[in-house]
């Protein structure tokens, strides 16, 4: 089954409905059929009344900027023990900006025990694996491997080495198995012995003891005894030790040589030990030569030349090749990329065209094989090879280079073929998010997620058999987990409002899906051990996250199990934003959006008379109008202090941001900046309406991402602000990485058009209004040197309405409060002098 994603209108009003096809994103797996009860649609409304305000004392500047640990000391890393009774998690230290402590908390219990540093080996692990008969738990710490018995809770260290033990897997038979670099060994539970299955070595195959070739090296053998019986003796014991090899059991032959100058992106072990599967790639340097960032703030006071990635216009086509390892006869097989559909489509046709048109060039289409690798694990949280339980089969989630192919594959072990379970096309790019896969416990049925109807949603579809859906809805469903009696596969959904997310479940047989969580706000869970409760960890706008303990069925109560919010937190008066939709004057899909009112502020006031800032989120696709605390809680409280002094804040969730489906994530493809400052002119416009906003009082500002939207809105629409503050900034896109830039622009190599419009050094002539730059110098992630290219851009333009600051120490994400509260002070000054 083929799904095609392409730029289409998708009908969302405001209510879910169901799921409709896209033109522009296909899949193939045969034909689609639906096996759902769907969820009720639920009218979504216009206006989203959050929690009231909260606290009586202002925020201040100073305050709000401030190392967070006043907030409180929210836990982190939390994940189930053993037991499914206990929960384990971290919290900062006290006093320390960079060390946690570990607390393991009963979940009948409202008090939480600090786990002493000899003891941490033995609280598990949030990656730990189960036997299949789960009675026997194992992790890793610290690099060594343990195991543990859920009946008796004795704990065996299975390893003690200064190596680096990893990935503890079960196999079938019982036997543990761990990785050691790219050995892998297994260990008998039973009697403590250790084997070594396969040691996978990124070198040629030695030739052995090799005979003469050359006419003076045969000579030499014929006419120099000493050098004839040299070699005899070599070839003896060479003969011997084969021998030795093949018929002793007790020795280890497990080498397997995959290639001088390749790397190992993945190798995964089938659950009988038998087989692996292995994916390589051409040995490539992360960075080039000239890839630095200078350091001017250094202990030793030099500058320091620190190593940075390359950029995505010097990025190189990789391809990767998979190798079927079979364990038992020693044989490895490369599978070729041949049997997937599309694999030597040219699916830029039609961009490589129009640039080559823009050069007075014709090009002439034509098939090749394309780049083709696993997919990108960006949040994942799985690996990208899974074989089914009895370990017959094995699917690998690959993706084509240029972004527009992702497969499904499974493999034909008579013929040695990549067989395409499912393929998802996209004419824009392919999510990163939204690839999680698996196989139905004890079956060769498998279930994936994908966004072919335009959301994301849950399918199953049988090797031979067609693909059903699961879930349908204009929402999108995400991290999913299978429970081991396959009664249900949890997920988490924004199924009443796109800012609301809830958890969910689904039976894969019958279709039935039901509500589990109705906390109304940002929850996400983890499934317990013995699967009969959930952890989950939740927020809402105003409120930082908790852990909360609820059983795992349909309508759960759950119970707040940490309270580690500040009383000095909760004392602070902080204006909790309302949800707005905004009508979009090029989507039919509305602008979901926080906006912040003054204290003041009457419904229906008149006179134009409030002044207004936009604040940008960064990334791009990143969801900030939702109903869960944000990432973004510095700019919450500085966003409650200028409501304070009178300002209407509004924080647009504009097109490409995360949560409101595939078009409105692809909305910028090969045009970023374009659709967003649309969106950003249809919240001013919507502010002048409804708020009471002065058009002409309107700033905007925002980091990263946000900064570069800043740019894009002050440089080609320079009437809709009066000012704005660009943070850590893009400027042009060809010098940010590959993995983010190359999905929405493609590579500039080939589509250098996309790059120019996308860019904002191309339109600096257009500012004639004031702005803010603030660069942080040691950002390896938006490089100082994209600010440095623009303002050199801007003298040259003879601009003389920007100023520029530079935070020497700070990286992408600053860290010091200092460079915090001065980042802001300018912002802050900024909308008080042009407002």
């Given amino acids: 089954m083929i799904f095609n994603l392409s730029s289409s209108k998708t009908l969302v009003a405001l209510a879910v409905t169901s ?8 899949a193939t797996a045969n034909t689609s059929s639906s096996q759902q009860s769907a969820l009720p649609a639920t009218p979504v409304a216009a206006v989203v009344n959050t929690p009231a305000d909260v606290g009586s004392q202002n925020i201040t500047l100073e305050q709000a900027m401030a190392n967070p640990d006043w907030i409180g000391n929210q836990p982190k890393n939390a994940y189930w023990a053993s037991d499914s009774a206990t929960i384990i998690y971290a919290q900062k230290q006290q006093g320390s900006s960079n060390l946690n402590d570990i607390y393991s908390q009963p979940i009948n219990s409202k008090k939480a025990m600090q786990v002493s540093l000899d003891k941490l080996h033995t609280v598990g692990a949030s990656k730990a694996v189960y036997s299949s008969d789960r009675t026997l738990q194992a992790y890793t710490f610290k690099g060594n491997v343990f195991v543990k018995n859920l009946a008796t809770g004795e ?15 079960f196999l079938n038979n019982g036997d543990l198995v761990y990785r050691q670099g790219n050995v892998f060994f297994k260990v008998d539970l039973k009697t403590g012995l250790s084997t070594e299955l396969a040691n996978l070595k990124l070198a040629d195959e030695p030739k052995g003891l090799q005979e003469p070739t050359s006419y003076i090296a045969k000579e030499q053998h014929k006419l120099i005894e000493f050098v004839a019986l040299q070699h005899k003796n070599k070839q003896d014991t060479q003969t011997r030790n084969e021998q030795i090899n093949a018929q002793n059991s007790s020795i280890a032959n497990t080498a397997f040589y995959l290639g001088d100058g390749n790397v190992i992106k993945e190798a995964q072990l089938s659950p ?26 250094t202990d030793d006071a030099t500058i320091e030349p620190k190593k940075v990635r390359r950029r995505v216009a010097d990025a190189k086509e990789q391809t990767s090749s998979v190798i079927h390892i079979n364990l038992v006869d020693k044989t490895q097989t490369p599978l070729s990329f041949d049997t997937l559909p599309g694999f030597d489509e040219d699916v830029l046709a039609e961009v490589k065209k129009e640039n080559y048109a823009r050069d007075g060039k014709t090009y002439k289409s034509k098939k090749a094989p394309r780049g083709i690798n696993l997919i990108t694990n960006w949040g994942l949280n799985q690996a990208p090879i899974v074989w089914n339980d009895d370990g017959t089969q094995v699917a690998i989630m690959l993706e084509a280079w240029d972004n527009k192919d992702r497969w499904i594959a499974t493999i034909d072990f008579d013929k040695n073929e990549l067989v395409s379970q499912h393929r998802l096309h996209d004419d824009a790019w392919i999510a990163y998010a939204f690839n999680n896969f698996g196989w139905l416990h004890n079956s060769n049925t498998l279930y994936y997620l994908s966004e072919e109807s335009g959301y994301s949603q849950l399918y199953k579809k049988p090797l031979n058999g067609k693909a059903t859906a699961l879930t349908s809805g204009q929402f999108e469903v995400s991290d999913i987990t299978l429970t081991h009696d396959n009664s249900a596969i949890y997920y988490k959904a924004n199924v009443e409002h796109p800012g609301l997310y809830e958890i969910y479940r689904v039976n894969p047989q019958t279709g039935k899906n039901e509500q589990v969580t109705d906390l109304n706000g940002m929850t996400d869970y983890t499934l317990s051990p013995d699967e009969s409760k959930l952890l989950l960890k939740h927020s809402k706008i105003t409120m930082p996250t908790e852990l909360f303990v609820a059983d795992a069925k349909a309508n759960t109560t759950a119970t707040q199990l940490t309270h580690t919010v500040s009383d000095e937190f909760l004392a602070k008066k ?18 979901y959006a926080k906006v912040y ?5 009457v419904e229906g006031e008149t006179g134009k008379s409030r002044k207004a800032v936009i604040f940008n989120h ?17 700019e919450f409280m500085f966003h409650s202090l200028l409501a304070d002094e009178g300002y209407i804040v509004m924080d647009m969730d504009y097109r490409a941001s995360k949560g409101y489906g595939r078009d409105w994530r692809t909305a910028i493809y090969r045009q970023m900046g374009t659709p967003e400052t649309q969106d950003l002119a249809d919240g001013v416009k919507w502010m002048a309406q409804n708020a009471n906003v002065d058009t002409n009082a309107v700033g905007t500002y925002g980091g990263s991402y946000g900064g570069f939207m800043t740019f894009m809105a002050l440089f080609t629409t320079p009437e809709l602000f009066q000012s704005g503050a660009a943070l850590r900034p893009v400027t042009d896109w060809a010098h940010y990485n590959t993995a983010y830039t190359a999905n929405i622009l493609n590579h500039p190599d080939v589509d250098p058009i996309a790059y120019e419009r996308s860019s904002p050094i ?9 702005l803010l730059i603030n660069a942080p110098m040691v950002d390896d992630n938006v490089f100082f040197q994209d600010s440095v290219r623009l303002v050199q851009r801007l003298i040259e333009l003879e601009k003389q309405n920007f100023e520029t600051a530079i935070f020497p120490v700070e990286p992408h994400g600053f860290v010091q409060p200092s460079s915090w509260l ?3 002070r300018r912002i802050h000054k900024l909308f008080k002098e042009t407002l």
């Fill in 597 to 601: 009112y003054p204290s003041d502020y």
């Fill in 822 to 824: 001065d980042e802001y």
């Fill in 762 to 770: 191309y339109y600096a002539e257009g500012l004639n209004k004031r």
């Fill in 272 to 297: 009988n030990g038998d087989a692996l599967i292995v994916v390589l790639q051409k040995q490539q340097s992360w960075r080039d030569k000239g890839d630095i960032m200078p350091n001017y703030i």
């Fill in 618 to 634: 960064g990334a791009g696709y990143l969801q900030n109008s939702h109903m869960g605390w944000s990432v973004y809680f510095r």
């Fill in 574 to 591: 902080l204006t909790a934003p309302k949800i707005v939709a905004v009508p979009s004057s090029h989507t039919e899909q509305p602008i």
């Fill in 19 to 26: 799921s409709i096809m896209l033109a522009g994103c296909s």
């Fill in 155 to 169: 704990l065996t260290q299975i390893t003690a080495t200064s190596a680096n033990e990893s990935k503890p897997q």
